[in-house]
């Protein structure tokens, strides 16, 4: 079955390549969110080939190529597959809640190499028309890994999310002056523990207050450090990074 072609949602897009999985939002009328994807595929042909094959089950609004071209796959209307099992301040649901764009690159599994200065460019300008036309925070511009920790880390520390930072399009690396304190990590309990799953839920991970330093909020600080603290994810809380989330507390509307 051919997809039915559509008319591009930005001005950016190059070409509309129109992929059939996508469905209706649920629960709201329009995303208020972009979550930012690499493709973890060998070549960005294979890549949207996947993304249009019917019995892939996956999709993405926009698709940028290595050389900053744009495609479009699924109108911003309609829900995208892209999240899959996926949670984000108070939200299960965040296909219905966002706009996916995936960014060609090959992942860790392909040796993370850098994303070439024309892509990133063109992701951030992309983020800046839709965030303008859907009045989208930039605390609402995330990472898969953000969104889904423990299953997907796209899309990976080599993103350089100061670019967009700089463009005041997502949130930026606090890079908070350093202070004395405890280095936390797996196996740790108590208030020190407590307090930090408690300030990376405020911020909108899926952290639960247990004042045990376990498996999940390792996972979950490593999310952290992908975003925030991309020269060391280890899933240790080190002063650093305890002194990051601190300063990221996201007020929550
Ligand atoms: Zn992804």
């Given at each position: 079955m051919i997809e039915a072609v559509f008319a591009a949602d930005s001005p950016l897009v190059d070409f509309v390549r129109a992929s059939p999985n996508h469905g209706e939002r649920r629960g709201r009328a329009a995303p208020d969110a972009i979550v930012l994807h690499y493709t973890g595929m060998p070549t960005a042909e294979g890549a949207l080939d996947r993304l249009c094959a019917a019995d892939a089950q996956v999709s993405c609004h926009y698709f940028v190529f290595e050389d900053g071209r744009i495609a479009q796959l699924v109108p911003e209307a309609r829900r995208a597959w892209h999240a899959g099992l996926s949670f984000w301040a108070g939200e299960n649901d965040m296909n219905s809640a966002s706009i996916g764009i995936e960014i060609v690159n090959p992942g860790h599994d392909g040796g993370a190499p850098p994303f070439p200065r024309a892509q990133v460019e063109a992701v951030a300008r992309l983020c800046a028309d839709i965030m303008e036309r859907r009045a989208i925070a930039p605390e609402r511009v995330l990472a898969h890994s953000d969104i889904s920790p423990g299953r997907k880390v796209d899309p990976g520390e080599a993103f350089p999310w100061e670019v967009l930072a700089a463009a005041g399009l997502c949130l930026a690396d606090p890079a908070p002056a350093a202070r004395d304190g405890m280095t936390l990590a797996r196996g740790a309990t108590g208030a020190p523990v407590r307090a930090l799953q408690e300030a990376l839920a405020r911020f909108?991970?899926?952290?639960?207050?247990?004042g045990v330093y376990d498996a999940a909020t390792e996972t979950v600080v490593a999310a952290f450090q992908r975003r925030f603290r991309r020269a060391r994810v280890d899933g240790v809380a080190d002063v650093r990074t305890r002194a990051a989330v601190e300063s990221l507390r996201a007020p929550v509307a």
């Open positions: 909108g991970y899926r952290c639960e207050a247990t």
